[in-house]
């Protein structure tokens, strides 16, 4: 079992940053992917990143240039870096944990970018 704990949303305006950061109760070390999805509302959830074991990223093309995801195994967290934000980024974040027995999902945090 793996509980993932988000932080890190609030309200910014655009053009605006925020660091989302989910930390992991166990080793992420043995995790193959690690990733973060949003929810607007109305909408399917959505992949923004996903970072794999040996650090290979993966982007929404909505998101590419803007967003850069990392894992810090010391720590057991996965941090999403998001500048340049916009009104369409405005969603809850979920972080995600692909386990080779299991998947996980956080709770979420919200996110939202003012015009």
């Known amino acids: 079992q793996v509980q993932l704990v988000e932080s890190g949303g609030g309200l910014v305006q655009a053009g605006g940053s925020l660091r989302l950061s989910c930390a992991a109760s166990?080793?992420?070390?043995?995790?193959?992917?690690l990733g973060w999805y949003r929810q607007a509302p109305g909408k399917q959830r959505e992949l923004v990143a996903t970072?794999?074991?040996?650090?290979?990223?993966n982007y929404a093309d909505s998101v590419k240039g803007r967003f850069t995801i990392s894992r810090d195994n010391a720590k057991n967290t996965v941090d999403l870096q998001m500048n340049t934000l916009k009104p369409e980024d405005t969603a809850v974040y979920y972080c995600?944990?692909?386990?080779?027995?299991?998947?996980?999902w956080g709770q979420g945090t919200q996110v939202t970018v003012s015009s």
């Open positions: 995600h944990a692909r386990a080779p027995a299991a998947t996980y």
């Open positions: 970072i794999t074991s040996a650090s290979s990223t």
């Open positions: 166990r080793s992420i070390f043995s995790i193959n992917v």
